[in-house]
């Protein structure tokens, strides 16, 4: 079985909070390379995933990661953007999941404020 990729989004007011979670979802993930490939983080949290506009944070350093947790603002950007139910835009879904197919999403963490 191959190794699936994670999806890290951020939703609703950035602080400095919600920069000190994702560093510690990233480092956590990097511990558990056994299970977890890349983590794509969604620009604009959840629109990032809609549009395919991802970032591989594994291009990023240990150090730029853990410095997340001192940094002010949303990192990756974020959105005050919600779904709409199934049955009234099934194509968003749709859409998710091929985003999530053609890069190998098996995990998604989906932070909200």
């Not at 794509?40 to 730029?64: F, H, K, M, Q, W």
């Amino acid at each position: 079985m191959a190794i699936k990729n994670a999806f890290y989004a951020q939703s609703g007011g950035v602080t400095a909070v919600i920069n000190a979670s994702a560093a510690g979802v990233l480092e956590t993930a990097r511990q558990h390379t056994d299970k977890i490939g890349n983590v794509y983080a969604g620009r604009n949290g959840i629109i990032g995933a809609l549009t395919e506009d991802l970032i591989d944070t594994n291009a990023d350093s240990a150090a730029a990661i853990a410095a997340l947790r001192h940094t002010p603002s949303g990192a990756f950007g974020s959105c005050r953007y919600k779904l709409k139910s199934l049955e009234q835009n099934r194509r968003e879904y749709e859409r998710l999941i091929e985003v999530f197919k053609a890069h190998n999403i098996g995990y998604f963490f989906l932070q909200r404020w």
